[in-house]
C-alpha cells in the first residue's frame, strides 16, 4: 500500500524557515527561474515568515572565497538577521546550522535553497531522517537546468519531503484572513494577482 503523507497543519508556533545558499555568485547560475523572480521569491518568503513571527534560519556557503554573500534585497528584508557561513555541502552537517534549527524547538521545517536539489533537498532529507517533518518552498529555490529540477523533485517526494510554493505555505500558517499579521503576510508576499484584486477593491471604493 502507497504510505501517503499528509502531516498536520502548519502553524506559527510549529514551524521554521531555513534558506539555504540565496548568494550572489550561485544566483548567476540559475537557469529555471529569471533572477528577478527567484529573488522577489525568496524576498515574499522570507518577508512572510517575518510577519508572522516564525524562527528564520539563514546560511551562505563560503562567501568570502567563493560564492559570494547572500543577495542584497533578501539581506535588507532581514536586516538583523546572521547568516551562518560555512563549507559544508549540506547545511545540515555544520554544527552551527543544526544546533540553530534545533534551538527554534519548531518540529516543521520549511526550506529553500538557490539550488533545489542539493541546497533545499540535502538538508530536507536530513531533517526528515532526524525525525522532523520537512516541506521545500520550490519556487524560492531555484537549480541550473532542468534535469536538476526534476530528479530533485523526485528525490524530494522520494525521501519523504513535501513539497510546495512558498505562499502557499504562508498562507497555511497565517489560517485566518482577519489575523492582525494578514496584510504584512500579503503585503510581504507581493503576490501580483492579490495586488490586482486590491486595486480593484480600492477603485470600487472611490
Known amino acids: 500500500m502507497t504510505h501517503i503523507l499528509n502531516p498536520e497543519p502548519l502553524t506559527a508556533e510549529n514551524a521554521a524557515l531555513v534558506l539555504v545558499d540565496h548568494q550572489v555568485g550561485l544566483m548567476t547560475g540559475v537557469r529555471d527561474y529569471s533572477v528577478a523572480e527567484l529573488k522577489h521569491n525568496v524576498v515574499g518568503l522570507a518577508k512572510a515568515a517575518k510577519a508572522l513571527g516564525l524562527p528564520i534560519i539563514t546560511t551562505t556557503t563560503s562567501a568570502d572565497t567563493l560564492w559570494g554573500p547572500a543577495f542584497p534585497e533578501l539581506t535588507a528584508a532581514l536586516p ?12 545540515w552537517d555544520d554544527p552551527r546550522v543544526e544546533a540553530a534549527i534545533r534551538a527554534s524547538g519548531r518540529k516543521k521545517l520549511i526550506f529553500a535553497g538557490v539550488s533545489l536539489e542539493v541546497c ?9 531522517r532526524e525525525g522532523f517533518e520537512a516541506y521545500v518552498a520550490v519556487d524560492a529555490s531555484g537549480t541550473f537546468n532542468m534535469t536538476k529540477r526534476e530528479t530533485g523533485l523526485m ?9 510546495a510554493d512558498g505562499a502557499s505555505l504562508m498562507v497555511e500558517i497565517l489560517a485566518d484572513n482577519a489575523a492582525s499579521q494578514a496584510g504584512h503576510v500579503y503585503q510581504g508576499l507581493d503576490m501580483d494577482w492579490a495586488n490586482l484584486v486590491g486595486q480593484v477593491r480600492a477603485s470600487a471604493a472611490v
Open 80 to 91: 538583523d538577521q546572521d547568516f551562518i557561513d560555512r563549507t559544508t555541502v549540506n547545511a
Open 120 to 128: 533545499a533537498a540535502f538538508p530536507a532529507m536530513r531533517a526528515v
Open 155 to 163: 528525490r524530494l517526494v522520494q525521501s519523504g519531503v513535501v513539497v
